[in-house]
């Protein structure tokens, strides 16, 4: 019996007038695979940092740098009192973070998300200036459940990690993790929508703010 | 998913009496179009990109079958299974046994078209695992127990007090009683009730923008992350995408970002972009233990060999619906087919039948706005009107049209008699408008005239008027 599989591929051969791995062309396949030739990339007249930084509150993110790690606490505490609430999170694993010094009141937990999690500490893997989007990779330190369960989404990210371009991501993927992880969350932005009358309103189904601290 | 594209003259009459729809569709107005221009307008790197994605999809088009092997292996390699299907059947049978198998209970689904081409939830249903919607146009649809109206603003064709009517009715068996007003209550009612669909899921259903051949990796492109709680949260992750989605490398699928989300609602890129790359790993904390991927042809390689290849390079942005005249008017349901529009005019012959849906070729006045707008330089107007040509060569549609068409052709290759015929008609109709300008009846015209008036010629045409200022201006010398 000829598989679905095979009757596709076959299908698809005949129609390319090519016989099943033919040489030539499979060795074209591979040279375009292991190139990762760019096409066009955009560019702007401001630094990256500044790119970044307005893409990001352009889609509605807000902001916080700070410039030691020391400050990063403080960063934290500024924006729970802001939106009056309470001092729980569930954090991410990441030097920076696990640094922390959480003072008494705090309850912290190291884990998954659940649905009832209010606020939630990640650090991101990058920023990308072109778009304002953090990058998040699926790993122990981090679930992925983290980026898209709580109301609330902090995420830490150091100026140095901000690239240029969404390719430098690639780049830095293949360079660190060798491969990709099971999941790349580019993140932009807190949850929206704009289903009812095509109005956007943010908090669809993930976090309803998103809010960055950026450690200089 | 049933057609009712053959009953298109009815449906679309239908719809521009429907004056919720009507209400609806005005309420959309210029916003996807305006969004997007702002959007192209930042952008100096249109052009080439355009051009790039174009060339990348041709590239990957014309060696399919290596790029889908090399991403089957991949998948295979992250810990994934791919499956194959020649049929939407074949592509629903499949899911509803990899759902089957680990004994699902409650299934959740983000938006896929190509889900929608397949039949997929009625296929579940039939199975007795009714899948629960998750993006909030498509829940609200399913409420509605309605197809999709556009391919990425499902709900478009919904005002908000419809939208807060299938709430009331269907909620209240959540405890949910409180009347809804505002958008934000809405948002964050179907927030609460689809929260709790999302953590029991046991599997969940999803489609992929692009597939990564180099890495494995699904794309999948979202704003309000349901897609992302959907992949991410139940024990299977199931995605459904036809066989053109492969591109070769990531900063291919890179290109394509560039392009997708800025004809689609004019951003620069949505809210959520996420790669997913096989199951949870051994370090994982979370995500699915397995994940499968179910390519679907459905007529696609013969897509491939024949003259509506171009329309495989499709990212299904929605651009060409938006900037469509005729879709602007009936909205997506009189269609009648998952995919509305120009793109959907060109792929629901192909995918049903040319006479299952005779009149869609038909429904364009081939203005090219939407090959204009259209990222990856599809020529539409040119498929719509290779459908005609085959349409014609059927000899379909009525006596009388094909009588006209044939009167016409024999007419205007003689220039003489046409020009005569056409100095005679115009002269005839303007004496008749006595100079209003518009005709309110019109023999063999009343389909026109019914509801609305036939502009009349102006006495003259363009042809005998340019003869006479020539003639004048010889004078003059």
């Known amino acids: 019996m000829t598989t679905a599989r095979d009757a596709i591929l076959a299908s698809i051969r005949q129609t390319l007038g090519r016989e099943e791995g033919a040489e030539t062309t499979a060795g074209k396949v591979q040279q375009q695979i292991q190139q990762h030739a760019r096409g066009p ?16 509150e352009a889609v509605a993110g807000t902001l916080h740098r700070v410039t030691g790690k020391t400050e990063v606490m403080a960063a934290i505490h500024t924006y729970l009192h802001q939106h009056n609430l309470p001092l729980q999170l569930v954090s991410a694993k990441s030097p920076v973070l ?94 929206r929508t704009a289903d009812v009358e095509q109005t956007i309103q943010l908090g669809a189904h993930g976090p309803r703010r998103l809010h960055l601290i950026l450690l200089e | ?31 996807f179009i305006d969004k997007r221009r702002a959007a192209l307008d930042a952008l100096p790197e249109f052009e080439a990109l355009r051009d790039t994605a174009k060339a990348i999809k041709e590239h990957t088009l014309s060696h399919l079958d290596e790029y889908l092997v090399h991403f089957e292996q991949q998948v295979m390699a992250n810990g994934g299974q791919v499956h194959w ?51 909030l146009g498509e829940y609200i649809i399913q409420l509605a127990d309605e197809p999709p109206s556009h391919i990425i603003a499902p709900a478009i064709h919904k005002t908000r007090e419809q939208i807060t009517a299938l709430f009331k009715q269907h909620h209240e068996r959540y405890g949910l009683t409180k009347p809804l007003e505002t958008i934000p209550e809405i948002v964050n009612e179907a927030r609460q009730v689809l929260r709790q669909e999302f953590l029991q899921a046991d599997v969940g259903i999803t489609g992929a923008n692009l597939l990564i051949a180099e890495t494995g990796s699904t794309v999948l492109v979202t704003n309000e992350g349901n897609g992302d709680l959907t992949a991410s949260l139940p024990r ?67 897509m491939l060999g024949n003259d509506y290849h171009p329309m495989l390079r499709c990212i299904h942005c929605g651009a060409c619906l938006n900037h469509c005249p005729v879709y602007s008017a009936i909205g997506g349901h009189a269609y009648g087919w998952v995919y509305p529009g120009p793109m959907g005019s060109v792929l629901t012959p192909l995918m049903i039948g040319l006479q299952q849906a005779p009149d869609l070729p038909q429904a364009s006045s081939l203005c090219g706005r939407c090959a204009e707008v259209c990222p990856m330089s599809i020529p539409l107007p040119d498929l719509l009107r290779q459908h005609r040509f085959r349409l014609h060569a059927q000899h379909s549609g009525s006596l009388l ?45 009343s389909p026109w005239t019914r509801s609305r008036d036939f502009p009349a010629p102006q006495g003259e045409t363009f042809m005998s008027a340019w003869a006479k200022k020539s003639r004048q201006q010889g004078g003059d010398k």
């Open chain 1, 41 to 56: 990339q955009l560019d702007w007249n401001e630094d990256d940092v500044s790119r970044f930084l307005g893409k990001l």
């Open chain 2, 85 to 135: 299907a020649r049929t939407p059947a074949e592509a629903a049978n499949l899911v509803v046994e990899l759902c089957r198998a680990v004994g699902a209970q409650h299934v959740t689904k983000g938006k896929t078209m190509v889900g929608e081409e397949i039949g997929v939830n009625e296929a579940l249903q039939q199975a007795g695992m009714t899948p629960i919607e998750t993006d």
């Open chain 2, 1 to 31: 998913m049933k057609s009712s594209s053959r009953a298109f003259s009815a449906n679309a009459e239908k719809a521009m009496l429907d004056t919720q729809l009507q209400r609806a569709l005005n309420k959309a107005g210029s916003g």
């Open chain 1, 98 to 191: 696990d640094e922390l010094d959480w003072p008494a009141e705090f309850t912290v937990e190291q884990r998954t998300a659940t649905g009832n999690d209010t606020t939630v500490i990640t650090e991101a893997f990058a920023g990308v200036a072109e778009t304002g989007s953090l990058v998040l990779l699926s790993g122990m330190d981090s679930p992925t459940s983290l980026n898209f369960l709580p109301d609330n989404y902090i995420c830490l990210l150091q100026r140095t990690h901000i690239v240029r371009h969404i390719e430098d991501v690639w780049d830095r993927i293949r360079q660190q993790a060798g491969r990709m992880p099971r999941a790349v969350n580019f993140i932009t932005g807190p949850s």
């Open chain 2, 236 to 302: 299977v992750h199931i995605v459904i995408a036809s066989i053109e989605k492969v591109v070769p490398t990531l900063e291919d699928a890179t290109v394509i970002l560039r392009l997708l989300a800025r004809s689609a609602t004019g951003q620069e890129i949505t809210s959520y972009t996420s790669f997913f790359s096989g199951p949870k790993r051994d370090t994982d904390l979370d995500g699915p233990e397995a994940f499968h991927v179910v390519l679907v042809d459905n007529g696609r390689t013969e």
């Open chain 2, 401 to 445: 049209t094909r009588l006209t068409l044939g009167a016409w052709a024999w007419l205007a290759r003689r220039p003489a008699i046409y020009h005569w015929t056409m100095n005679t008609i115009s002269g005839v109709l303007h004496r008749l408008s006595r100079k209003r300008g518009r005709l309110h009846r019109l023999p063999f015209a």
